[in-house]
């Protein structure tokens, strides 16, 4: 049996390519007062408790660049990121890759042991700590940037050049769970960014009028990527919910927001309809659903499908690669199935001997 490929039709990266200019600086331009930011904590109003517009998302963002900049690490190094899930989490992730240093994005959960590993396995240079931050066990040498530090940097109107990086330059570092060994770190280029182009309408179907609200915190990758990269890149406004979440809230949010999209892991779609009362659920402009994570129960799809009135679209990834199978509002869905390989993506079906 030989492999069966779906050859590769993707437009090529440019060679010098920075990621987070390529998700903000465009966007900044073109519709600078455009809300790209909402940050939900309660819905007593239905209003957001901050909103960002694509200039003050990109000026916070090159002013904390500018900060750490200004700390004399030498290029590319590894800064953990460790702070609370605020939209400065996210602003730090992103100013990192625009100066040239790598990102590690930190779960809140990790105890001290498990930060202690992974700042010595990628050797950290820096770490970027909530106040409330156990510090115990870190690395002697380990750079120290305090949450108001970055929250000065952000406000102070400082400004700094992208870093001048080539696609292939490392950009950020995620390690894997570690359920079964210690957690794994995989590194990513800048042409991470362009990567994903193919998600847009072999997932979202998305366009700069969509509203995309994400279920997770901004220390998830899950978030950093589908909730905020893509929707940034394609003048779209992200929505972020850091309050206290439970199945009846989506609903309400998703409504309050005016989301046109709302992505999250299977389980969060099941508990929705496991809690809302009996009958049509009422999901405002919501178009579709995206989920990935993990399997989606056996009828979940067309059970959401019946209550709500909108279809969910599925997507298959991994750390490495993001998502490169799913169906989307161009394909439908096919009971059973994932979906298709996205358009662009390289794809080989191997044989199961040899």
């Not at 408790?49 to 090159?62: G, M």
């Not at 929505?239 to 989301?259: D, F, M, N, T, Y």
Request: aromatic share 8%.
């Amino acid at each position: 049996m030989t492999a069966t490929r779906i050859g590769f039709r993707g437009e090529p990266c440019p060679r010098r390519f920075n990621f987070t200019r390529y998700v903000m600086a465009d966007p900044a331009e073109r519709h600078p007062d455009k809300p790209a930011l909402a940050v939900h904590r309660e819905l007593t109003t239905g209003s957001p408790v901050e909103t960002w517009s694509f200039a003050e998302l990109h000026a916070a963002t090159l002013g904390i660049a500018a900060g750490l900049g200004s700390m004399g690490l030498p290029a590319g190094a590894r800064i953990l990121i460790r702070l609370d899930n605020t939209p400065e989490y996210a602003f730090t992730f992103f100013a990192a890759v625009a100066v040239g240093f790598i990102p590690v994005p930190l779960s809140s959960q990790l105890t001290a042991d498990e930060v202690a590993f992974i700042a010595g396995d990628c050797t950290a240079a820096a770490i970027a700590l909530a106040d409330d931050a156990d510090r115990s066990g870190l690395p002697q040498g380990l750079a120290l940037i305090e949450a108001d530090d970055i929250g000065h940097w952000a406000a102070s109107g400082a400004t700094c050049a992208f870093a001048d990086t080539s696609a292939d330059d490392p950009a950020y570092l995620v390690y894997t769970s570690g359920t079964t060994a210690r957690p794994k770190g995989v590194l990513h280029g800048h042409r991470a960014a362009w990567g994903r182009r193919p998600m847009y309408q072999g997932w979202y179907g998305i366009g700069p009028d969509d509203r995309v609200l994400h279920a997770g915190a901004f220390n998830w990758t899950f978030t950093l990527g589908t909730g905020l990269t893509d929707p940034w890149a394609n003048g779209a406004t992200a929505i972020i919910h850091v309050g206290e979440k439970g199945p009846l809230l989506w609903p309400q949010l998703i409504r309050a927001s005016c989301a046109t999209m709302f992505a999250a892991v299977p389980g969060i779609f099941r508990q929705i309809l496991k809690h809302a009362p009996d009958g049509p659920i009422d999901l405002g402009l919501l178009r579709h659903g995206l989920m990935a994570g993990e399997a989606p129960p056996s009828g979940l799809i067309a059970d959401w499908r019946a209550r709500t009135g909108t279809a969910l679209y599925e997507a298959l990834g991994m750390s490495e690669v993001s998502t490169y199978v799913s169906s989307c509002p161009a394909t439908g869905v096919r009971a059973g199935f994932v979906g298709k390989p996205q358009p662009g993506r390289a794809v080989a079906i191997l044989p199961l001997d040899g």
